[in-house]
């Protein structure tokens, strides 16, 4: 092992913050295994020997979107084959048919920029879930979709939060966040969120006392010098607010997507590490998804030894990733979930959309 990588690893052992150039380091090291050990000492430390989940349902409202990202095969123009959007009718249609199971406790509601819909709807829809089915948490809409709500009413990012925060968001997920670098970004998705746009809408959500996720999309056209200030940046908003609750790592999919191409689908070795190497760089954040969808399941509980505390939800329809060519069911039984955290010798504990605890396995 070089002298740099016994020098990483006395500070994690000690708890010392890793550097940029650490970061950096910890990637070109091949040492798979000893990423891992590393990860699951600062895990145990951190997080203790629970992994988190939830029984929830996915809401996608529309796939009309108005940023057509170059990384996303889920949006759609409003003319489009297979464009979709649905009517608050639908939606609470729909979620009664779920809510028919009395362990569904949360909805996670990401959807497309709609070109026409009014801030105004997606408010009222919010309150009427809250009104229909008062006991299921609500965590809704990433930063992006924020921005976007701020642009076409005319209203401070603030407002647009404090607005839904009153019709009944209750946590916000992480997506949208992708690499919070204005290259990768201009490239990519101009058409949404700036990285700093993104940030501020963390930052005031936060200031709110709203919690959010955040995440990462990673294997397309970033460096890995991208990724880590990527991660240092959440860190440094993390150390101001404490207000994202988990981090989730996104391989990007490419299958049906504009790059499709040019990028292949990241390698699992790529997928191991950069999760003991984001679990490794936030020492700040309580936890790290292993996001099943993307990861396959086998891979997520592979990766509650790298890192990962957190394996998300039964979901019941998932479609960003399938259409994205996600080889993963699109549901899981809450029984398969407790199993897979269960044969990882770990301690499953079923959650909310805040981490609150409902019951443990
Ligand atoms: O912002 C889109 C990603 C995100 C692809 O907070 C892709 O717990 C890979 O926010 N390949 C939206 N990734 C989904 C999202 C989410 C999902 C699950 C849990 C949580 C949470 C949040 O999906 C987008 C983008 O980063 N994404 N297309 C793709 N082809």
């Not at 006395?10 to 990423?35: F, H, M, P």
């Not at 889920?74 to 009664?96: C, N």
């Not at 948490?137 to 701020?150: D, S």
């Not at 709203?210 to 990462?216: E, F, H």
Request: net charge neutral.
């Amino acid at each position: 092992m070089t002298e740099t990588l016994q020098e990483i690893e006395k500070k994690v052992l000690q708890g010392i913050r890793l550097s940029r150039e650490d970061g950096i380091a910890l990637y070109k090291c091949n040492d798979l295994a000893w990423l891992g050990y590393l990860a699951d000492i600062v895990r145990k430390r951190i997080s203790g020997d629970y992994v988190y989940y939830n029984v929830n349902r996915h809401v996608n409202l529309t796939n009309i979107c108005a940023a057509r990202c170059k990384f996303c095969a889920f949006g759609r123009d409003s003319d489009s084959s297979g464009a979709y959007a649905l009517t608050k009718k639908e939606v609470l249609d729909m979620i009664e048919k779920s809510a028919k199971d009395p362990d569904l406790r949360n909805l996670h509601i990401v959807s497309g920029l709609h070109p026409d819909w009014p801030f105004e709807y997606y408010v009222d829809i919010i309150r009427s879930i809250k009104e229909r089915f008062p006991k299921l948490h609500l965590k809704g809409f990433t930063g992006v979709e924020i921005t976007h709500f701020a642009k076409i009413s005319g209203k401070s990012i603030r407002q647009v939060l404090k607005e839904l925060i009153d019709a009944g968001i209750e946590a916000m997920p992480g997506g949208g966040a992708e690499i919070l670098s204005d290259r990768v970004r201009d490239a990519l998705c101009p058409k949404k969120a700036t990285a700093e746009e993104w940030m501020e809408v963390a930052q005031t959500a936060h200031e709110l006392g709203i919690k959010t996720n955040a995440s990462m999309l990673y294997g397309h056209i970033e460096t890995i010098e991208e990724r880590i200030d990527h991660l240092i940046r959440l860190r440094d908003l993390q150390d101001k607010t404490n207000g994202f609750q988990t981090f989730i790592c996104f391989p990007f999919h490419p299958e049906n997507t504009e790059l499709e191409s040019e990028i292949s689908r990241t390698n699992v070795w790529d997928d191991l590490k950069t999760m003991a190497i984001s679990r490794l760089m936030l020492d700040n954040f309580k936890n790290i998804k292993a996001y099943w969808v993307m990861l396959t399941l086998p891979i997520a509980q592979l990766a509650l030894g790298f890192g990962a505390n957190d394996i998300d939800g039964t979901i019941k329809e998932e479609r960003i990733m399938h259409a994205a060519g996600a080889k993963s069911s699109k549901a899981l039984t809450q029984e398969k979930l407790v199993e897979t955290i269960k044969q990882s010798g770990r301690i499953a504990a079923e959650c909310d959309c805040n981490f609150n605890i409902i019951r443990l396995l």
